[in-house]
């Protein structure tokens, strides 16, 4: 998540960066639609549906045992912000980060890129 965050990650908008690729062409090479950032990675990506649609879930039952009507608003609203991990809610954290690595695991294999995984600690 920290990756995702700083901007330091391997997504095509910031390795489109430092090859000097126009903003315009760093697609998604797993779903091949639109630019590859952050928000398409973890909101919109097509590629990762199985993995949003199962997190999704576990998050939402999360949130709705929490007395918490903030949450439930930005999860409702405002998803890139609890996706983010910006919440002080460690267990919530916990979920997201393990529905951004369900999704790198995906993209990794998807592109052939296993070695790369040691970057996220993927040792399962």
């Known amino acids: 998540m920290a990756r995702l965050r700083s901007g330091g990650s391997f997504l095509r908008i910031e390795t489109g960066r430092h090859v000097a690729l126009p903003r315009a062409e760093r697609i998604c090479p797993c779903c091949d639609k ?3 950032h952050t928000s398409h990675f973890l909101l919109h990506c097509e590629a990762y549906a199985v993995q949003r649609v199962f997190h999704y879930r576990i ?3 999360y949130i709705s045992t ?3 009507p903030n949450l439930k ?3 409702e609203h405002n998803k890139i912000e609890i996706l983010y991990g910006s919440q002080e809610d ?3 954290n916990e979920l997201v980060m393990a529905y951004a690595t369900s ?3 995906k993209r990794c294999k ?3 890129l296993e070695k790369k995984s040691r970057y996220w ?3 399962k």
Do not use: D, K
């Open 59 to 61: 998050i939402t039952v």
């Open 34 to 36: 639109e630019v590859e």
């Open 121 to 123: 600690n993927l040792s």
């Open 103 to 105: 999704c790198y695991r």
């Open 73 to 75: 608003f930005l999860w």
């Open 90 to 92: 460690l267990h919530l």
């Open 66 to 68: 929490q007395n918490n």
């Open 110 to 112: 998807l592109l052939n």
